[in-house]
């Protein structure tokens, strides 16, 4: 018993000391009691400041996202693909009627034209005309005074007898207008490559060939004849042949090689369209020289 009393035994010193550590506790306590809010209203205040910083940032991304998607650049309306047809909101009747006026070498070179054509509403041309973008000399050709323009320009009541473009010689296609000797080449040589030309679109993807130039040369040209044409076939060809295909390449040709091993053959048209790689907006074009 005296052995416990004796822990309880404290000194001058030590008494002094156990009091002042509880006077330190006690302020200690008292401190954190009335500076708490404090503490976190600066905490919340700092939280806060990093929040709306990083929501200013995505609400400015969002405001980037929709300003992008609403964004409309002028463009050729003889040339929307079904993609941009759909983007701009366009039917696929009122896009496949576009295409079928396309078909016949034609071009729509106003509003009123393009709404003619495609049969869209009132309310959807006026949204979109404004951003129509015709060849210059289509807009201006009544008050083109240029001799060289002239000179390449039809007259309104001169009736031109369309000729077979796969019988076209150098010099036919250096007289229409914006065609020079060289692009008369590349043309020909195109042709060279392929037997022949199977449809007037084809021209729109060989490279260096105006609006301007298209819509002259669909006035003077048209397919009459196909003797030549080269036609592959698809699911006999190797590799390496099917890559010298003007509209194929190496790495298309090998998933080409890929999908009719996998598939027991390319049958069609739909065949095509499920290779991966395969450019579709010229799928129609590339089907009449194949075999399957």
């Known amino acids: 018993m005296k052995k416990i009393k004796s822990y309880f035994l404290f000194s001058r010193e030590h008494r002094s000391g156990i009091f002042l550590l509880f006077i330190i506790l006690i302020l200690v306590q008292l401190g954190y009691f009335f ?3 404090n503490f976190i209203s600066v905490n919340h205040h700092s939280e806060d400041k990093a929040w709306l910083s ?5 609400d400015s991304l969002k405001h980037a996202q929709v300003t992008k998607k609403d964004t409309i650049y002028p463009f050729n309306p003889n040339y929307i693909t079904d993609y941009k047809g759909y983007k701009l909101g366009m039917s696929v009747q009122e896009i496949d ?5 396309r078909k016949k070498g034609k071009f729509v070179n106003s509003a009123e034209e393009f709404q003619q054509v495609t049969q869209v509403s009132e309310a959807f ?3 979109i005309s404004p951003y129509f973008k015709f060849p210059y000399w289509v807009k201006n050709k009544m008050d083109a005074t240029s001799e060289k323009f002239q000179k390449f320009l039809p007259i309104e009541k001169e009736k031109i007898i369309q000729k077979d473009i796969n019988t076209a010689t150098r010099e036919d296609l250096i007289a229409v207008y914006g065609i ?3 692009l008369a080449d590349k043309i020909l040589q195109e042709k ?3 037997g022949c030309f199977v449809s007037m679109e084809q021209f729109q993807y060989i490279w260096g060939i105006s609006p301007e130039a298209l819509l002259d040369l669909g006035k003077r040209f048209s397919i009459k004849s196909q003797n030549g044409l080269k036609k592959i076939a698809i699911n006999d060809l190797s590799l390496r042949e099917l890559s010298k295909f003007p509209y194929f390449n190496y790495n298309l040709a090998k998933e080409i090689v890929i999908y009719r091993t996998m598939n027991n053959g390319i049958s069609g048209i739909e065949d095509l369209t499920k290779i991966k790689g395969m450019p579709n907006e010229k799928i129609n074009i590339i089907a009449l020289y194949l075999i399957f």
């Open 180 to 182: 020079g000797e060289k």
């Open 54 to 58: 990083v929501q200013y940032e995505i």
């Open 97 to 101: 009627r576009l295409h079928a006026f």
């Open 192 to 194: 060279e490559k392929l």
């Open 125 to 127: 041309l006026e949204k």
């Open 35 to 37: 500076l708490k809010d």
